[in-house]
């Protein structure tokens, strides 16, 4: 067994991305994560856009949010048995 190495984007709203980036992905628990809780990312750009814009207009606490979406990239390093593709 070895190691992974992913570049992956997450997407977010503009208001959150300097939290993120200073203390990291701290998920908040909510019955409506789509795979249980945690932090998602795709390995495709286009792809965390599309989430992010479709949960801003359909989820009823993102569509609370008044900030513009952002995405974040970033270079994932995890042990094979803690990766889900």
């Known amino acids: 067994m070895g190691n992974q190495k992913i570049v992956g984007y997450h997407g977010t709203f503009q208001t959150a991305v300097d939290n993120i980036l200073e203390e990291g992905c701290k998920p908040k628990i909510r019955r409506s994560h789509w795979l249980g809780?945690?932090?998602y990312f795709y390995t495709e750009k286009k792809?965390?856009?599309?989430?992010i814009t479709k949960?801003?207009?359909t989820d009823q606490e993102k569509k609370k949010?008044?900030?513009?979406v952002a995405i974040i990239k970033a270079t994932i390093e995890e042990e094979d048995t803690k990766v889900l593709d």
Do not use: D, E, M, R
């Open 47 to 51: 792809l965390a856009q599309w989430f």
């Open 37 to 39: 809780q945690g932090t």
């Open 55 to 57: 949960n801003a207009k």
């Open 65 to 68: 949010i008044t900030s513009s």
